[in-house]
Nanobody, 125 residues
């Protein structure tokens, strides 16, 4: 069965850190660009970060630059999203995604349409 399986997330205080993981089942994750998205209650889903598979290029939304780091371990076939200095406004359900077409992140926020199951991140004191 083809799927993206996420882990990580949870409840953290403001200023804290969390790491999300995304593993592929049924296909080779290393062949594709992988993005992370999030959706907060009452808001549209937004692209957070993307990493290409060919050259490791990374992209970040302005709201997370300097705080979040996306990485991939091709030997372990996993993509991570390290989230530091978390803020209450980072609270959302986070999803990893791919488009099964591109090695890079070209138009990633538009084209990625195959999603992981989602994981809740709550930043609150």
């Amino acid at each position: 069965q083809v799927q993206l399986v996420q882990s990580g997330g949870g409840l953290v205080q403001p200023g804290g850190s969390l790491r999300l993981s995304c593993v592929a089942s049924g296909f080779t994750l290393n062949d594709y660009g992988i993005g992370w998205f999030r959706q907060a209650p009452g808001k549209e889903r937004e692209g957070v970060s993307c990493i290409s598979s060919n050259d490791g290029s990374t992209y970040y939304a302005d709201s997370v630059k300097g705080r979040f780091t996306i990485s991939r371990d091709n030997s372990e076939k996993v993509v991570y999203l390290q989230m530091n200095s978390l803020k209450p406004e980072d609270t959302a359900v986070y999803y990893c995604a791919t488009d099964f077409a591109s090695e890079d992140c070209t138009n990633w926020t538009i084209l990625m349409n195959f999603w992981g199951q989602g994981t809740q991140v709550t930043v609150s004191s």
